[in-house]
């Protein structure tokens, strides 16, 4: 039984250490790459349990991602391997510090073959916190599927639903995401998105009204993340832009979003005023930023709350 239950797909990794075209690259180190996986190891690092459903390609990759996120305290016992499709692929390709592509090897992956009646529906209804990813309907008509029958579970069994659009253009278009997030949105208690993502939600371009808007009338909690500014929430009488945390140099931009959900999931599950939980989802996407890889530079709780100690505040 888990606090936290996530589910998605996650890939096999391959980041080359070098800034050069992949034409160039002849070495590529193999690491796990997903938005899901990611939360769910940055809440194991801040001492939460989290169990984490996916469906992987009976090879080496997919058991290496399984050892993977196993390795890293996730329970992973619902997941399943299949001898039908294999395990997905990606590739990132960095030219500069902010400039980084990335290439799939994903389409017919065992994970997009995931069926609602795979779901462990005993451990979504067993857990406090439900978080949704965008990036799962996105994957086939079933994967979507999954994603509804999940949000079903957890509505009848009053579990919290955390929902991170995520956006991936080139998984589908703006039109289908917009439509599809807006349905999830709905459903959702927190909505965690991007201002880009909150603006194709809703079609608004201030923080603001983005904000109000997909709250409605609701008690709905929002939070955009807006980069080095930090974030804003919107939350019943609370508005406030929450500032970011300086960072020297960006070295790696993907997977901030991610340590950011496992803040606010954190906060959510310490029951913290959210001031102090969105405080310190900006002091876990600026700790990640710092570092290459997604879940390398993932804090403990207790290195997190040492980073937001003003300089100085250590000494005895
Ligand atoms: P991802 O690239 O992982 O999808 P995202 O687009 O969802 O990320 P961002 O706004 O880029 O989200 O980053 C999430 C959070 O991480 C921000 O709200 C902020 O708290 C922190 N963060 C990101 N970039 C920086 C930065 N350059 N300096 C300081 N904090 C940052």
Known sequence: KSEVFTFGETMVLFQPEQMLPLEYIHQFPKKIGGAESNVAIGLTRLGHSVSWF????????????????????????????????????????QLSPEDMNVYYYRKGSAASMMQPEELDAEA?????????SGITPA???SAFATVMKAIDIAKRNGITIVFDPNLRLKLWSAEQAKKI???????ADVILPGLDEGQLMTGETDVKAV??????????????????????LHANDQKAYIEGFPVDSVVDPVGAGDGFAAGVISGLLREEPLEQAVRRANAIGA????????????????????????????RD
């Open 54 to 93: 996916s469906k992987l390609g009976n090879d080496p990759f997919g058991r290496f991602v399984l050892k993977s996120v196993r390795g890293e305290g996730v329970d992973v016992s619902s997941c399943l391997l299949t001898d039908n499709a294999p395990t997905g692929l990606l590739f990132k390709e």
């Open 287 to 314: 700790m990640v930023v710092g570092v290459s890889g997604d879940i390398e530079g993932l804090p403990t709780f207790e290195a997190v709350e040492r980073f937001m100690k003003p300089a100085g505040a250590n």
């Open 181 to 187: 997030f807006n349905e999830i949105a709905a459903t």
């Open 124 to 132: 979504i209804a067993a857990a406090r916190i439900l978080h949704i």
């Open 139 to 141: 994957l086939s008509e």
């Open 211 to 232: 904000a109000e808007k997909l709250a409605g009338d609701s008690e709905k909690i929002i939070v955009i993340k807006l980069g080095d500014k930090g974030a804003y």
